[in-house]
């Protein structure tokens, strides 16, 4: 009698595409008032995931006029990806209100680290923001320091510099999927004695 084969592996179904998350990809690359609006009609979508997409899009038009609606789901938001996708979009708008949410993320230790980390990236063209930046240097979270560095660095920010030093003297702490502190610590030191924009 012959052994029994083992059953072959079944191959993984691909997911399939969703029509709703390409539409409003190309409404965030189209642009224009009625993409716009339809982005905005998507925040109310009970699906988070499109709900992100939507945000990511208006981020990408980057349009003042969504800034309003994206500082409330940053504040008030109750799922973390949100008020994370929030701060993204946020980030690529140009005006006082955008930055002054941002900045007010980043200091509170009572949001998730990753919505604080995405703040503190996306300050990086925000001078008025490095006092912040450079508190972020001392947070408890990874994250938040190795954004910080990142900002710090690319803004030129020569202020920062012993900050820094100290930072990558010291911080061998890793963020998942990039490097450790002290690595972005020291990129970014290196950024600034380049000194492209101070």
Same mark, same amino acid.
Request: proline share 7%; net charge positive.
């Given at each position: 009698?012959?052994?029994?084969?083992?059953?072959?592996?079944?191959?993984?179904?691909? $997911?399939?595409?969703?029509?709703?998350?390409?539409?409003?990809?190309?409404?965030?690359?189209?642009?224009?008032?009625?993409?716009?609006?339809?982005?905005?009609?998507?925040?109310?979508? $009970?699906?988070?995931?499109?709900?992100?997409?939507?945000?990511?899009?208006?981020?990408?038009?980057? /349009?003042?006029?969504?800034?309003?609606?994206?500082?409330?789901?940053?504040?008030? /938001?109750? /799922?973390?990806?949100?008020?994370?996708?929030?701060?993204?979009?946020?980030?690529?708008?140009?005006?006082?209100?955008?930055?002054?949410?941002?900045?007010?993320?980043?200091?509170?230790?009572?949001?998730? $680290?990753?919505?604080?980390?995405?703040?503190?990236?996306?300050?990086?063209?925000?001078?008025?923001?490095?006092?912040?930046?450079?508190?972020?240097?001392?947070?408890?979270?990874?994250?938040?320091?190795?954004?910080?560095?990142?900002?710090?660095?690319?803004?030129?920010?020569?202020?920062?510099?012993?900050?820094?030093?100290?930072?990558?003297?010291?911080?061998?702490?890793?963020?998942?999927?990039?490097?450790?502190?002290?690595?972005?610590?020291?990129?970014?030191?290196?950024?600034?004695?380049?000194?492209?924009?101070?």
């Amino acid at each position: 009698m012959r052994p029994k084969q083992p059953a072959k592996p079944k191959k993984p179904k691909k $997911p399939k595409p969703d029509p709703a998350a390409h539409a409003i990809w190309a409404l965030g690359r189209i642009g224009g008032r009625d993409a716009r609006r339809q982005l905005n009609a998507a925040l109310d979508y $009970p699906d988070a995931a499109l709900r992100g997409e939507a945000i990511r899009a208006l981020g990408v038009i980057g /349009d003042g006029r969504t800034t309003s609606r994206l500082i409330k789901l940053l504040r008030s /938001d109750p /799922d973390p990806d949100i008020r994370f996708w929030a701060a993204y979009a946020l980030g690529n708008i140009d005006g006082k209100r955008a930055t002054t949410a941002l900045r007010e993320v980043l200091a509170n230790r009572a949001e998730k $680290p990753s919505v604080r980390a995405m703040a503190a990236e996306q300050l990086v063209f925000s001078r008025e923001a490095i006092p912040d930046l450079v508190a972020g240097l001392r947070d408890a979270s990874r994250e938040v320091r190795f954004w910080s560095a990142y900002a710090l660095g690319e803004m030129r920010a020569d202020v920062a510099l012993p900050a820094l030093r100290r930072l990558a003297a010291r911080d061998r702490t890793r963020v998942p999927g990039w490097w450790s502190v002290a690595r972005e610590a020291k990129s970014a030191i290196t950024t600034i004695e380049r000194g492209w924009f101070a």
